[in-house]
């Protein structure tokens, strides 16, 4: 006799190659403009049928890269919040599923981990559920959960505006490789924001209305060299604030040969450019001789995937 079914589906990380933010709103908020990249360190989640209504989350870590302090396995995580808004969408009166999710997207470290296993939550469920929700329909809903939710589903290169949720797929054809080094500590991405804003106290800062066309047009082209050129995040002034220590290690990176680095989002991941994937690999293991956790990675990767139940099937991706 089988057992309940599940379905596991994987997402993208992801990093800002570019990230100009406004000043802050009334309604609490801050104007970007965007362009993000995922790369290939990925959120899985698997989703089971439970006969009980109730949702249950359980968490693995098999990088050894959570927090001492975890992450909240109640109804307040994000993932959870998707499988109810599947639910709530597809006009469900029991909202029965036990989510696993495999961690390795740094926690609180500026690459949009737990908008992933968002975005795998409302893949996942939809397909569990067979709720009949298409693209739309739950970028709809990634929409609702937060502002990186929708990219993950998306996956690939976009630029984004508003709060970064109204994205823009753009070309980029060519496959950049990172190393990318998560910190042993998380930034709150609002006391980042905060920080932004009593750095800025006093200056004229103009609405973003456009992504950096420099930068798009790098990643059109392929450009490494011109991409390391144009590299800005304008929360890396508050993260490096708050967390001085980073200066070390965009330091140790520059020098160990990496074309650019920059902090991710709001951090405290850094993010190098490299010129190639011996180049990602060399600084890798570099910068793990000096003692820092460094990861290679490449992108654009695929956004939303429903993993294959034998290695024969195809993966479905999720676009819009």
């Excluded at 050894?64 to 959870?80: K, S, T, V, Y």
């Excluded at 070309?171 to 920080?195: E, F, K």
């Amino acid at each position: 006799m089988s057992g309940p079914r599940s379905v596991r589906v994987r997402t993208p990380g992801k990093i800002n190659v570019s990230l100009k933010v406004g000043p802050l709103r009334p309604d609490g908020y801050h104007s970007v403009a965007s362009v993000y990249l995922a790369v290939s360190l990925f959120e899985e989640v698997t989703a089971t049928e439970l006969a009980a209504d109730e949702i249950r989350l359980t968490l693995s870590d098999p990088e050894g890269r959570l927090p001492e302090a975890g992450i909240p396995l109640d109804g307040d995580n994000l993932a959870a919040r998707a499988a109810r808004a599947v639910a709530s969408r597809a006009g469900r009166d029991r909202a029965g599923v036990h989510l696993h999710i495999t961690k390795r997207v740094p926690v609180a470290g500026g690459m949009g981990g737990g908008s992933a296993d968002a975005a795998a939550a409302l893949v996942a469920c939809n397909e569990l559920w067979n709720a009949g929700l298409g693209p739309a329909d739950l970028a709809d809903l990634a929409a609702g959960l937060g502002a990186d939710v929708p990219f993950a589903l998306l996956g690939g290169a976009a630029a984004g505006l508003g709060v970064g949720d109204r994205l823009t797929p753009v070309p980029a054809p060519q496959q950049l490789h990172w190393v990318l080094v998560p910190a042993a500590y998380g930034l709150s991405t609002p006391q980042v924001y905060a920080a932004v804003d009593r750095l800025r106290d006093g200056a004229d800062v103009a609405e973003p209305t456009e992504a950096d066309p420099a930068v798009l047009a790098a990643l059109a082209d392929g450009n490494t060299a011109a991409l390391a050129g144009v590299l800005a995040n304008d929360l890396q002034a508050a993260a490096l604030e708050l967390a001085p220590g980073l200066r070390s290690v965009l330091e140790a990176g520059i020098g160990l040969g990496a074309l650019a680095g920059m902090v991710s989002g709001s951090g405290p991941t850094l993010a190098f450019l490299t010129a190639g994937e011996a180049a990602a690999s060399a600084l890798a293991a570099a910068l793990r001789a000096e003692g820092y956790d460094a990861l290679a990675a490449y992108g654009p990767a695929e956004g939303a995937v429903v993993l294959p139940a034998a290695e024969t099937t195809a993966p479905q991706t999720y676009r819009k």
